[in-house]
């Protein structure tokens, strides 16, 4: 079993941050006198976006630029085998890349002195180019919206416009939230943290007061806020949205091991990340992960009356884990095809009222084929720098090329002329 390490934090299993969160606590005190100072002169710019989008876009633009020619900053080729690189770029760049689709878009990755990691690349096309986050539509300019990383102002939106939604209200303490929690959404009960992401320090299937004051101090731990909500019980997909269509769907499973009636739980945990579709939880130009066997997989399998000695009868399946995050080793599993038509009419207006060119919405249902109005479901998180790459790597069904329909949405927001020359090059995907 990985020694995960006495410092390591066991909420944010599996990734490897310090028990201290030193870096969170400062930002619990700093960015309040940030914001105090700060948000009446982004209240009054945020009244003309337009110039709001300039200046960040001149600012971030001007400084890449100047840093580049300085050579502080270096342009590399996006290649596959870089590891500094997240997969949901690489799928872009490969994209971008001929033979066909032959778009003729030379994408490449910044990075300090041309060496580790990166989220910031530039785009060019007939000799123009720009800069962009993790996607093409996230320039250095880029404004959301919505404040997405809010969970409770998105949760709100839902609300107001009858969208399906895990019922919920943001505390600061105990008292009031379990004062909510017994007169309007009763147990079980979802605890997290107000932002953030991977399920950091979120707690679910909270079944009294006591596991509710304990989620409450773990979520405090990152977050002086916290959100509590009503639990619903579910799959996990991921629905990403270009140009507000639908064009993939997946469903995410924790990771799991099925028996054979012959091998133990730890030997097929080594046979499943023998699968070279899966890279370690850091390397970030892979999708799929291996199983790491942690503390967390131990406690897991002891609620199932298991060890990773057990052998597993024949097709018996055991889920490792109570995440179904994709660094944990969780599966993917395309359901593009099996959503319900009132299910992707339902997305489509979300995705609308986001009003951003691409989004990765995040909804739980038992039945994805079934209509979100004959069952219990919820919309719980949307996102505008999804993880597309999901839908490229499914561990059944087939990949949908979500990464040419991000490019070609792009091409057709580009100055007319620019367009026009770009669509005359492209094969366009099926998706």
Known sequence: ????????????????????????????????????????????IKNFPRFNEA??????????????????????????????????????????????????????????????????????????????????????GHTSRIDFDDKSKFKKLLEEHGAPHAR?????????????????????????????SLSKHTTCRIKNEVEL??????????????????????????????????????????PNVIGDGTHSVEELIEQKNKDPRRGPINKRNFTLHTIPTSNKTVSVLASQNLTLTSILANDRKVYLHDKVILGCGADIHDTTDTMHLDNISLFEKVGALCAEPVIGIDFIASDISRSYLEQKCAILEANSLPYIDMHHYPVT???????????????????????????????????
């Open 1 to 44: 079993m990985d020694d995960a390490g006495a410092d390591l934090c066991p909420h944010c299993d599996p990734y490897p941050n310090k028990a201290s969160h030193l870096h969170e606590k400062i930002e619990n005190v700093l960015f309040p006198l940030v914001h105090f100072f700060i948000n009446p002169f982004e209240a009054t």
């Open 55 to 140: 200046l960040k876009n001149f600012v971030g633009n001007g400084v890449l630029k100047t840093l580049l020619i300085c050579g502080v900053l270096k342009e590399v080729g996006v290649e596959d085998s870089d590891d500094g690189l997240y997969n949901r770029s690489l799928v872009v760049g490969r994209a971008a890349r001929p033979p066909p689709p032959h778009r003729g878009i030379e994408i490449k990755a910044i990075k300090f002195l041309g060496v580790g990691g990166t989220n910031n690349f530039s785009i060019g096309a007939t000799g123009n180019k720009n800069f962009f986050e993790g996607l093409p539509h996230i320039t250095m």
């Open 168 to 196: 919920g209200d943001v505390f600061h303490t105990y008292a009031l939230a379990l004062q909510y929690v017994q007169k309007s959404i009763g147990f079980p009960a979802v605890v997290k943290p107000r932002s953030g």
């Open 213 to 254: 004051l304990e989620a409450i101090r773990i979520a405090k731990i990152i977050s002086n806020e916290f959100i509590v909500e009503e639990f619903i019980p579910g799959d996990v997909h991921r629905i990403t949205l270009v140009g507000g269509t639908v064009v993939a769907s997946c469903l995410r499973k924790p």
């Open 397 to 431: 069904g087939h990949a949908r090329d979500v990464a040419g329909a991000v490019l070609d949405h792009w091409i057709s927001s580009q100055p007319s002329q620019l367009s026009t020359e770009l669509a005359a090059t492209v094969d366009l995907p099926r998706i």
